[in-house]
């Protein structure tokens, strides 16, 4: 996984959560060929198909739950990352 691609990936993930939509391999690939769409700058159109890439060698079939292997796990632990109240939350 290269440094851009875990901002990439993130950046496709909360734009879902905004969205209040699920986050899953197929939703952030659909997200980030949307980003890719959008994206005037050719440099920045190859990270984001780079990051694709990388989420479609790393999908997993619907049974099995490998996220504890995920190079993405660590990264709500990270300095800087957004947390999104949970749909719960909205019931207090």
């Given at each position: 996984m290269s440094d851009s691609q875990p901002k990439i990936i993130?950046?496709?993930a909360?734009?879902?959560?905004?969205?209040?939509?699920e986050v899953s391999v197929s939703t952030l690939l659909a997200?980030?060929?949307?980003?890719?769409?959008?994206?005037?700058?050719?440099?920045?159109?190859q990270r984001?198909?780079?990051?694709?890439?990388?989420?479609?060698t790393h999908?997993?079939?619907a049974?099995?739950?490998n996220r504890v292997h995920s190079a993405l796990?660590?990264?709500s632990r990270q300095e800087g990352s957004v947390r999104m109240p949970s749909a719960d939350a909205d019931d207090n």
């Open positions: 993130g950046e496709a909360y734009a879902l959560l905004v969205r209040r939509e997200e980030l060929a949307r980003m890719a769409r959008k994206e005037q700058n050719s440099q920045q159109q984001i198909a780079q990051a694709q890439q990388w989420l479609l999908r997993q079939p049974g099995s739950d796990r660590g990264l």
